[in-house]
């Protein structure tokens, strides 16, 4: 199996240093492509990588001139990608020994996505070790919770589909990326949630593990893009539509439409509290436009019979702001 | 009287510290060196097989049926960690347990035997361990106080039996093991890691 790890990466060299390091250790990156999103001083090899590192002759540093978000990083390296598998990662989280483990678990596997567990900052605060609840429910109810590897159903990945849309807990077939054109969006923020629901809309062949393969860091520094409260929240509105028609169309899963309906709802939710109060008025139009686009009639119906909490929400949403 | 003692205070002091050294790491070493040093191995290991009424994954670690239950089903041991089983009585039987070989030294300069482990299960399961120790005829079991209990949130056990003053845990004995008594309906559990310790 070979496996490229993809660092997009914004004023972040000693993090950055920090996560390749590990890398060199666990072993199992064949490639490294660095993707420095504009940052003021741009990632030098010099900077980040030791002279005579493993890194040589695998590495591959691009640099963009301006900041163009997380995601248009990880589309242009993905372009650099010539690996069977690829991983993207955060330069400020880091890698698990458990991870090394997976991989060698996967050599020889066929699968599109391996989609495995991670530790959360906040649940180290809270007392805990592992996913934040939420994550840990969509596992639960997903009944994959217990288990190295396994091969999931499309019940099941409906299921884990509702779970955070991180890029970075999934190892992913390169082709399968590339053949299916999933990419991340080229937003500031939200950029995630494209690679993630279109991966699951194209996906037949999914893993799952439940070894921890990241320890993934959330700050509360209001600088990190995504602790962003202004006008950059409302871009998500595009890749949403591009999610929500392809999902939408005639022969796809109704079951991952619902679970998409689900995710944008609690999504809408969360950007109204953490945006700018005086942008929550766009914010109510433009999410009432996604729900009258989408949710048609016959589908509205359905989603009466099948989740009606997530209908009554959707009517909440619809009139949020007019009453 | 410590031997060879070096002519120089110096000499006599670094020899003094040097016998003593070994004397308290003695006296403190783990009296379990073999099973932890088996169960790293499998550690390391990956092997997945059918499950039978007698299964030895490596010396010293075995799993064990009462064979009225007739089980079935399958175990594996994943890169880092031990044990996953997935095992399907056919049958009535009374027993069905992980054995692990302990040493069987002289307890009586230590204060407690235990073991610490991590644990996961899809269904929640619970596993009764017990210290087994041999004796002339037969053996005695003692059971420690606390039951495992396995969920699928991985999580952390750890429980500790005192050595002194009990009728059930002879100080010397020919041999010892800790024994998991496993349920004796279907389940599935995996066994992530577990360590054994003297102190």
């Known amino acids: 199996m070979s496996l490229t790890l993809v660092l997009p990466v914004h004023n972040d060299a000693q993090n950055l240093r920090r996560v390749l390091q590990q890398a060199h250790?666990?072993?199992?990156f064949n490639r490294v492509v660095v993707s420095d999103d504009g940052s003021d001083e741009p990632v030098s090899r010099a900077a980040v990588c030791?002279?005579?590192?493993?890194?040589?002759?695998?590495?591959?540093?691009?640099?963009s001139n301006t900041s163009k978000g997380a995601g248009h990083a990880r589309n242009r390296a993905l372009e650099h990608v010539e690996t069977e598998h690829v991983l993207f990662f955060d330069s400020d989280d880091l890698l698990t020994p458990d991870l090394a483990a997976l991989v060698r678990s996967l050599a020889g596997q066929h699968f599109d996505f391996c989609l495995f567990r991670h530790t959360d900052s906040r649940s180290i605060d809270l007392g805990g070790l592992g996913q934040m609840p939420f994550d840990e429910a969509h596992w639960r109810r997903a009944g994959v919770q217990v288990g190295a590897l396994r091969q999931i159903s499309q019940t099941q990945a409906c299921a884990l589909a509702e779970t955070a849309n991180y890029p970075w807990n999934k190892i992913y077939r390169t082709d399968f990326l590339k053949q299916n054109d999933i990419r991340c969006s080229e937003t500031m923020v939200h950029n995630d949630i494209e690679l993630h629901w279109m991966s699951f809309h194209h996906g037949r062949d999914i893993l799952v593990s439940d070894r921890v393969g990241a320890l993934h860091f959330v700050a509360p520094d209001e600088q990190r893009l995504t602790n962003?409260?202004?006008?950059?929240?409302?871009?998500?509105?595009?890749?949403l539509d591009r999610i929500a028609v392809a999902l939408g169309a005639e022969g796809t899963s109704e079951r991952l439409l619902e679970a998409f309906l689900r995710f944008v709802s609690g999504l809408f939710d969360w950007i109204r509290n953490n945006i700018a109060p005086p942008l929550r008025e766009r914010l109510d139009e433009a999410t009432r436009d996604f729900l009258l686009t989408h949710v048609n009639e016959a589908r509205f119906s359905k989603l009466s019979r099948t989740d009606p909490v997530l209908a009554r929400h959707i009517v909440f949403q619809l009139e949020r702001g007019r009453i | 009287m410590i031997h060879g003692i070096a002519t120089s205070f110096d000499g006599q002091v670094k020899r003094a510290l040097n016998v003593l050294r070994k004397k308290v790491t003695k006296s403190n070493a783990d009296l379990n060196p073999k099973v932890n040093n088996s169960l790293a191995e499998l550690r390391k290991k990956v092997i997945r097989g059918n499950i039978q009424s007698?299964?030895?994954?490596?010396?010293?670690?075995t799993l064990r049926a009462d064979p009225a239950l007739k089980i079935q089903g399958s175990y594996d041991s994943p890169e880092g960690r031990l044990l996953t089983l997935d095992i399907t009585p056919q049958a009535q039987g009374d027993w069905l347990a992980l054995h692990l070989s302990l040493d069987s030294g002289d307890y009586t300069p230590h204060g407690f035997v235990g073991f610490a482990c991590r644990i996961a299960a899809p269904e929640p399961v619970i596993v009764h361990p017990c210290l087994?120790?041999?004796?002339k005829e037969s053996f005695i079991d003692s059971f420690f106080n606390k039951h495992i209990l396995a969920t699928p949130e991985e999580a952390s056990?750890?429980?500790?039996?005192?050595?002194?003053?009990?009728?059930?845990?002879?100080?010397?004995?020919?041999?010892?093991?800790?024994?998991?008594?496993?349920?004796?309906?279907?389940?599935?559990?995996?066994l992530h890691d577990l360590r054994v310790f003297v102190v």
């Open chain 1, 25 to 28: 250790r666990l072993g199992i």
């Open chain 1, 50 to 63: 030791p002279p005579n590192a493993w890194l040589q002759g695998r590495f591959t540093i691009l640099h």
């Open chain 1, 228 to 239: 962003r409260k202004g006008e950059e929240r409302l871009a998500v509105f595009t890749p």
């Open chain 2, 54 to 61: 007698e299964i030895r994954f490596l010396p010293g670690v």
């Open chain 2, 132 to 135: 087994r120790s041999g004796t």
């Open chain 2, 157 to 190: 056990h750890l429980d500790a039996l005192p050595i002194h003053n009990r009728s059930d845990l002879p100080l010397h004995a020919p041999w010892r093991e800790l024994v998991l008594f496993l349920p004796t309906e279907r389940f599935r559990w995996s």
